[in-house]
């Protein structure tokens, strides 16, 4: 099966400008979730997707929002952006129906986000 | 809320030697998976290794095992006959069924030297 792919793997933004992130999981996978790896906040969860519903969110403002679509791939949105966003986003999918096995998240290369 | 804690920023090993990488955390959940995850310079993060709650059994995975104390809420990784390509930065993370998230620790960078 191929992995979970993201794009575009590199961003350069400016402040205020807004950015979609995207995320396609691994075939059969309904499950997506993300993820930001700062150096000073390490990796924090953003959200999770399950079947095009939100079913968990993280603590992070208004500002960071997603979607599912009907075929599990997901994107991700960051509207008026601000230099603290540039980080590394990552993504990641599970098949999430009960069981360790299916309840693990493999993750995508991630997209290193810029914001100048 | 869930917290996980990796005490040994950084170790460094030469190659062939047995290698141990400290996870401690905290949770009132009864019934969780932990995991160690690696992420190599490419960035890539890589699932090294699971282990269920419920299970008394430490998990191995060819090289590598853990070492899980439920009651002192402890999860080690050891690697053995350490490799160049063990390179990375490694993170445990503690995935509760409530809200389907992992949280991770601040990581152990370990350096594989030849």
């Known amino acids: 099966k191929a992995g979970v792919t993201q794009t575009p793997r590199y961003l350069i933004k400016t402040r205020g400008q807004q950015v979609t992130l995207s995320c396609s999981p691994i075939?059969?996978?309904?499950?997506v979730s993300w993820y930001q790896q700062t150096p000073g906040q390490g990796l924090q969860f953003l959200f999770e997707y399950f079947s095009e519903t939100q079913r968990n969110k993280g603590n992070f403002p208004g500002r960071f929002s997603g979607r599912q679509f009907s075929n599990s791939r997901s994107e991700m949105n960051v509207s008026t952006l601000e230099l603290g966003d540039s980080a590394l986003y990552l993504c990641a999918s599970s098949s999430s129906s009960g069981g360790a096995s299916t309840d693990t998240q493999y993750f995508g290369p991630g997209t290193r986000l810029t914001v100048l | 809320a869930q917290t996980v804690t990796q005490s040994q920023p950084e170790m460094s090993v030469q190659e062939a030697e047995t290698v141990t990488l400290s996870c401690t955390y905290d949770t009132s959940e009864s019934n969780y998976y932990l995991f160690w995850y690696k992420q190599p310079p490419s960035r890539q993060m890589i699932l090294v290794i699971r282990q269920e709650a419920y299970k008394q059994q430490n998990a191995t995975e060819n090289r590598f095992s853990v070492n899980f104390q439920k009651a002192a809420k402890s999860f080690s990784l050891k690697i053995s006959d350490s490799q160049l390509g063990d390179t990375a930065m490694y993170f445990c993370?503690?995935?509760?069924?409530?809200?389907?998230?992992?949280?991770f620790g601040t990581g152990t960078r370990l350096t594989i030297i030849p």
């Open positions: 075939s059969g996978h309904r499950s």
């Open positions: 993370a503690f995935f509760n069924f409530g809200n389907e998230k992992l949280t």
